[in-house]
């Protein structure tokens, strides 16, 4: 599978984004609470139902291309993608309200810079402005659109980079292990990812808490 994603990587670059983004932008779309209820409510800020479907339909149709007929029912059951998009939208809706709490944003300069050095969106190692129009076109996405959707994906890079750097291992977590360097490396690198994720868990889980997460599960089903 690495074989394949790596001889694929500016499609699975624009592919995996297309999932990014069904988190990370805000919806603008009908507010008819009857044709379209509200899953999910943060403070003022709601995810609609049309929303949460097409963001689990893109996660749902990653997975898919990645595992191709093996990806099965029993399989998609036992990834749990309802569960997941749910988190997953909740917890980078809170990441931007904090964000933009504390003051956290993206220049023009940076968004520019980010959207620039995309290896899909250039030929022989440069910008290239038409391959960017066209790919943008190809996924049915709007400069505007997408735009938008690579400052928020920016700003949560941010904050969370924020939220990590105060993560450091002590001599105690690698206390228990023993061999080569580059077995110790290994774990090293896995033990400061898992405390990395549990620091960004616990922050999502206060901030739950500070913002008034209400979730609507009954229209899920």
């Known amino acids: 599978m690495l074989h394949f994603m790596r001889k694929h990587a500016k499609f699975f670059y624009v592919f995996f984004f297309l999932v990014i983004i069904s988190f990370i932008f805000l919806y603008v779309g009908p507010i008819d609470k009857n044709q379209n209820p509200v899953v999910i409510q943060i403070g003022k800020d709601r995810v609609y139902l049309d929303e949460y479907w097409r963001a689990y339909d893109n996660l749902r149709n990653f997975y898919r291309d990645i595992y191709k007929d093996k990806f099965t029912p029993e399989m998609e059951e036992k990834l749990n993608l309802k569960e997941k998009t749910l988190q997953k939208l909740i917890e980078d809706r809170l990441l931007l309200k904090k964000a933009a709490d504390m003051g956290i944003y993206v220049s023009d ?45 920016l700003v949560l890079k941010k904050i969370r980079t924020l939220i990590e750097s105060s993560v450091d291992l002590t001599p105690i977590d690698t206390s228990l292990f023993k061999g080569n360097k580059q077995f110790l490396d290994m774990i090293k690198g896995s033990l400061l990812t898992d405390k990395k994720n549990r620091v960004l868990s616990s922050f999502v889980e206060t901030l739950k808490k500070q913002y008034n997460v209400q979730i609507h599960s009954e229209y899920l089903s």
């Open 109 to 153: 300069r940076e968004l520019q810079e980010a959207i620039m050095s995309e290896p899909a969106f250039q030929r022989d190692g440069v910008f290239n402005r038409n391959i960017y129009l066209r790919t943008l076109q190809i996924n049915r996405l709007t400069p505007a659109y997408y735009e938008a959707a690579k400052r928020n994906e």
